[in-house]
């Protein structure tokens, strides 16, 4: 019943911008931490983002730091992540997650959006 759905992925110029939705949905589903995780070809996935229910709390992989923000819409229950100042090596695949409760892990995930940096 719990739904991530991710958009915004698509082609980008390096330098340029993208900014990825998350739309989280289901019965009485209000997520905890959410957060961005990514994939590069041939890589191990690993996190890139994440921010608490209240957004005061928000961590960021070194290698996006200062470039992206995360931040949320509890009332739609979306996440985003602007995405600037982009480099070939973060192309791959984003996706979504979401805690469902304090002190859990991440459980619920999207389908993924990919992101291609072009240089």
């Known amino acids: 019943q719990v739904q991530l759905v991710e958009s915004g992925g698509g082609l980008v110029q390096a330098g340029g911008s993208l900014r990825l939705s998350c739309a989280a949905s289901?019965?009485?589903?209000?997520?905890?931490?959410m957060g961005w995780f990514r994939q590069a070809p041939g890589k191990e996935r690993e996190f890139v983002a994440g921010?608490?229910?209240?957004?005061?709390?928000?961590y960021y992989a070194a290698s996006v730091k200062g470039r992206f923000t995360i931040s949320r819409d509890n009332a739609k229950n979306t996440v985003y992540l602007q995405m600037n100042s982009l480099k070939p090596e973060d192309t791959a695949v984003y996706y979504c997650a979401a805690t469902p409760r304090y002190g859990s892990s991440y459980d619920y995930w999207g389908q993924g959006t990919q992101v291609t940096v072009s240089s």
């Open positions: 289901g019965r009485n589903f209000s997520p905890n931490t």
């Open positions: 921010i608490n229910r209240s957004g005061g709390s928000i």
